[in-house]
Each structure stands twice: as C-alpha cells, then as structure tokens.
C-alpha cells in the first residue's frame, strides 16, 4: 500500500465582489485516511489574483489518539471586499508534517459556500491542482486536454446569461482554443500566470437567446467554472458549476467482461 505525506492542492474560484467564501476542510473523510492514530497537518491556503499574493495563511492542525485535538484550522472565511473588477483564486495546501502517512492524496470530497446577506447565496466544489484521472487519460489518447458544459443558457428576456472563468494557477502562460460550434467560433484564449480570465458569451455569440454548448482545449489544462448571472448585473449570480472533461475512457464493456458480469448477476440472484 502506498502512503501519501500530503493532498494534491485544491483550487477554488475566488468570491465576487461583496461575497464571502467559506471553507471547511472534512475532517471526518480525512481521520478516516489517516495511516496511524497520530497525525499533524500544516494547511496553506493563498489567495492569488493577477499573478500577486494577496493573503498566505498557515495553521496547524493536529490529530492524537484518533481524535482532533483542534478543529479551527478545518474552517476558512474570506469577504472580498476590494478587488472589483478582478477575480482571484483560492489555492488550499495541505501536508502531513507527522505520521505514517495517508491511504490517498486526494480531499475527501466536500462543497465550498459563497454567501452573501443581500443576494442568492450558493456552493461550488473544488478542483484539484494537478493528478486529475481523466486528464491524464484525455493527454494519452488524444495529446491534449478537453474540457466543456452542456448546456449554457442566454436568454436576454429572462435577464440570463453565462461566463466562464478560466483560472490558470501555473506559473507559464495557459493558451487553448474555444469553439462553439453552432457558430463555427473559434477563438484563440490566452490567461496569464497565475490569473483567472473571464468570458460572457453573450459577448461571443451576440444572440438575444440560445442553448448549446463549448469546448476548451488545448495542450496544457486550465480549470473552470461556469457562472450563471443577470444579464445585465454579473454580480446577481445564480449558479456556480464546474465544467466538464471530454472522457477518453471506454465507453463499452468487452464481450468476455459482459458474459463474465451477467454470469456474476444470476449467480446472486439465485444463491444470495
């Protein structure tokens, strides 16, 4: 079995202008990944816009005889209160500083809130840095990373419209080509080291109204979110959804894996 001193570092959209993200690590998936009944973990989070660190906080946390001795660190709040018409990303690192180690690098799954006393509040889920599977996948089968949503909706009547957020947090320049195809759009996207770029396409497509989809590639991986906003005040958000991969994996099961699986289900069905 292999033992792992750390998670691979999570990645998160950073909140609107008057938003407020809270965070809350799940300590409970995590104590059950612990290898040993002591552990101490230090967690890292930055909060990086235009390429700058505007906020580094580090806190540790510690576990002792298959127990939290402090549970504080779990939980993180920022307001943004400052950075307009910029957006940033929240970068999350957490490594085992003591103990024999963990059964897996990834966080136990778990939802991040934007909240908001005046507006619609909502959640998003995190994106790792860098390990994802079927990247991996996408990068051996076809030599590039896919990544899209299928179904953006604008409607200038409903007062509806989305964007896309594009964060690169690399330290090299993430290009990659969007295309819609209902409109034969290709364009050529560029976002700078450690920067979120964002797109309305409304702005792309210039229709009053539509439903279809996007596609984002190219040779290296960015991470996305999709925003659904007011038509006219982006801040009156809706949603935040994640994006989602082009899959490389198969999508059929071998005769012999097919005749193997229904034998397995009659078998149960008869003896279970």
Known sequence: ???????????????????????????????????????????????ITENKLILEKKEKLEYLKNKWLNTEPAFFSWENNKFNNRYSFIETQINMLEGEGLTTSSVPSFYVNYVNNNK?????????KYGNPRVIM????????????????INKKSNTTYSLYIINPYNSIFAANLEISDFSIKKNVKVNPRSVKEINFFDLIKKDKWTGQFYLYGKRRGILFLMCHDFVNKNNITTLEHSDPFR?????KPTAQHIRNELHKRLKEKFL
């Open 248 to 252: 490389a994996e198969l999508t059929y």
């Open 120 to 128: 619609k509040n909502f959640l998003s889920c995190s994106y790792e």
């Open 138 to 153: 996408q990068r051996k089968e076809f030599d590039m990373w896919i990544d899209g949503y299928p179904a953006i909706n």
């Open 1 to 47: 079995m292999n033992n792992y001193y750390y998670f691979i570092p999570l990645i998160n959209l950073g909140p609107p202008i008057g938003y407020k993200i809270i965070q809350e690590i799940p300590l409970l998936g995590i104590s059950k990944i612990i290898s040993s009944d002591n552990a101490k973990f230090e967690i890292i989070r930055r909060i």
